[in-house]
């Protein structure tokens, strides 16, 4: 099966390089976790000064418009100033987002970010971790430490909450199982993303390039030899949703910069209860928030504040404008009129997201996310966060090149 999205029938995220909704700083590239399909080779001695830090981010403010500042790594937690960052992107007039693997989260130190100014957390929680004492532990089995997160961050309240899971060959299976969870709790888990698992081939027949010269490609973390499926994309992830969820209907995406029609980043908001999603939001309401929120503010809109998500029941007055939102509309009265009393439930908004990372096309180039949103600094410049170890190792991009050229 094929999932029927038509790149024409969605908004267009507006996202460039100098003016998206989000940036990505890494104050450390230490952790305490070995993820299967990192990026970033660990270093223990990783951690950046406050200094480097924010000259990081005077970088940003001089090349980048964004909404959100996503503070990654590594693992964040681990940088022993972690709460003097977050307070200097706040104090930049950007949303502090903390990814992380949670293992260092404690309610303790949950107050003091949320005091230093933390917006909210997106936490990588899959089997491919590693975690101790979870070792085994299926994507079905770890829902229980992802809602140990979400309740801690629905006590602290005012936190947007996210989970990252990278979705590996064995575990597309369970994409709907998850999405089934994350309704269960739609009302403290605010956005849940899923990333098709990327590496760097290494294979035959190419040549591996840093401006004029051969180059082994070994020391690159995400660099692989071994035949793994690395093609998952993210049709493929709509279409196992599809398969238990036969309506759900991305709204938004960003294309592939070497196919316009590769679905980067393909974006989802769902309405709906703890019991039922009602519907999915179209096109022109994400359209229209993101526009809002740039003239008004300035920058496209990153995470939005859960009480906001909470009030989903208000935005159905938009239906007029937006047909998902009327298609969602009409099953929610319908609902009520069979059951009147579900009027005073509330309705809340949810977003889903798929990312599929850097493909490798058959000439060798790379398809990269045309408008990244996680774009980082490096040596005072914007660069792509996932493909830095390459800058660090060689100080330039690698280039896949034939050993000859392909039949046309």
């Known amino acids: 099966m094929d999932a029927a ?21 890494e104050p450390t590239s230490q952790c305490n976790l070995a993820c299967d399909g990192c990026y970033r080779k660990n270093e223990t001695d990783g951690h950046k000064s406050l200094e480097q830090v924010r000259k990081e981010l005077e970088t940003f403010k001089r090349l980048r418009k964004t909404d959100g500042v996503s503070i990654a790594g590594g693992d964040p937690l681990m940088h022993p100033q972690i709460e003097e960052i977050v307070a200097m992107v706040a104090a930049n007039g ?57 309740r801690m961050l629905a006590d602290a309240g005012g936190i947007s909450c996210a989970f990252n899971a990278t979705v590996y060959e064995n575990t597309l299976k369970d994409v709907p199982a998850i999405l089934a969870w994350g ?95 009602y519907g999915y939001a179209g096109p022109k309401l994400m359209e229209m928030s993101q526009s809002l929120h740039h003239l008004t503010k300035g920058s496209y809109l990153a995470y939005t504040h859960p009480r906001v998500l909470g009030r989903a029941k208000s935005m159905l007055a938009l239906s007029g404008l937006d047909s998902g939102l009327a298609r969602t509309s009409g099953a929610y009265l319908r609902d009520v009129v069979r059951s009147p ?27 990269m996310c045309d408008g990244c949103p996680d774009i980082t600094v490096y040596d005072d410049k914007l660069v792509w966060s996932c493909r830095m170890e390459e800058l660090i190792n060689f100080g330039d991009w690698i280039r896949p090149v034939p050993d000859k050229e392909p039949a046309h």
């Open 341 to 367: 009393l579900k009027a005073f439930q509330s309705l809340h908004m949810q977003s889903v997201m798929i990312i599929q990372p850097a493909d490798m096309m058959p000439s060798g180039a790379l398809s």
């Open 5 to 25: 999205l038509n790149h024409n029938e969605m908004y267009r995220l507006p996202w460039t390089l100098p003016d998206n909704a989000i940036s990505w700083l």
């Open 94 to 150: 950007d949303k502090p987002i903390i990814n992380t693997n949670g293992l260092l989260l404690t309610p303790e130190k949950l107050r003091r970010l949320k005091k230093a100014g933390v917006k909210g957390f997106t936490f990588h929680i899959d089997s491919g971790q590693n975690r101790p004492h979870m070792k085994g532990k299926t994507e079905i089995e770890l829902n229980e430490l992802r809602l140990t997160y979400a």
């Open 183 to 277: 309704r269960e709790h739609i009302d403290i888990v605010h956005i849940l993303v899923f990333i098709a698992y990327r590496a760097a081939p290494i294979k035959k027949g190419f040549k591996y390039m840093v401006g004029g010269s051969e180059i082994d490609m070994t020391p690159i973390a995400y660099a692989i030899d071994e035949d793994r499926k690395i093609s998952i994309m993210s049709n493929d992830i709509i279409d196992e949703i599809r398969k238990t969820n036969p309506g759900f209907q991305p709204c938004a995406y960003l294309n592939g910069t070497e196919r316009p029609d590769h679905f980067k980043w393909l974006v989802t908001l769902r309405i709906g209860t703890k019991e039922k999603i």
